[in-house]
């Protein structure tokens, strides 16, 4: 069974800085790993998606990589503003399967 | 707005009445799924819809959890005789089946209080 998990569970850190979120996976055979943000009470909005045969992929600010022999991914994001507050999600398809098997997230808030 | 539409976005009922949830799909999504997240925790799924074809169910959803999607667009989510535990955000989410790599795109939610 699928395993995801998210650490820490909650970070904070003053705005500017760079900051890195981890997704650890317990099956390495995926299709793909998502990155997702949430706002308090609001739906889920896609940020990155990663094929099983890719690395790593960017999206302004956003960067997030793929090791799938070591079950990992994290997503870097660049000089953080407080909008950036948010929880992140990190949620994997695994091979075989539609469903994502979403982490617990990363509760981010970026003081000013 | 052409993202994945979810009506209502809140929902208070008292415990053992029935709800029914509504998603509106990305208009050229065929793969529709359903989730729910209560708080603290990430979604979970529920089942999910290729087409009409309803061709897979979690154990979450019991007996009381009913789910359709008759005409390949638009889906409902019926829950029977709510209970306490049934308070969650139900998310809906689609997809595009062009191959199994596709991003999938989430809704806003609908809140369920049972009180």
């Known amino acids: 069974k699928q395993e995801v998990t998210q650490i820490p569970a909650a970070l904070s850190v003053p705005e500017g800085e760079n900051l890195v979120l981890n997704c650890s996976f317990t099956?390495?055979?995926?299709?793909?790993l998502q990155w997702f943000r949430q706002d308090p009470g609001k739906g889920l909005t896609s940020l990155l998606l990663i094929q099983s045969s890719q690395r790593e992929q960017t999206s302004g600010r956003l960067n997030a990589s793929l090791d799938k022999s070591s079950g990992r991914s994290t997503l870097y994001i660049a000089a953080s503003q407080p909008g950036d507050s948010a929880t992140y999600l990190c949620a994997v398809k695994a091979q075989g399967a539609q469903k994502l098997v979403f982490g617990q997230g990363t509760r981010l808030t970026i003081n000013p | 707005d052409t993202g994945v539409s979810q009506d209502p976005r809140h929902k208070i009922t008292k415990r053992g009445q029935n709800v029914t949830f509504r998603c509106d799909p990305i208009?050229?999504?065929?793969?529709l799924y359903w989730y729910r997240q209560t708080l603290g925790q990430g979604p979970e799924f529920l089942t999910y819809?290729?087409?009409?074809?309803?061709?897979?169910k979690s154990r979450l959803l019991s007996d009381r959890f009913s789910a359709e999607r008759p005409k390949g667009s638009f889906s409902t989510l019926e829950i029977q005789r709510t209970e306490q535990g049934d308070s969650a955000m139900y998310l809906c989410?689609?997809?595009?089946?062009?191959?199994?790599?596709?991003?999938?795109?989430f809704g806003q939610g609908t809140r369920l209080t049972v009180v």
């Open positions: 099956d390495s055979a995926i299709y793909n």
């Open positions: 819809f290729q087409n009409e074809a309803q061709l897979e």
């Open positions: 208009s050229e999504h065929n793969r």
């Open positions: 989410a689609s997809s595009l089946l062009l191959s199994r790599d596709t991003e999938a795109f």
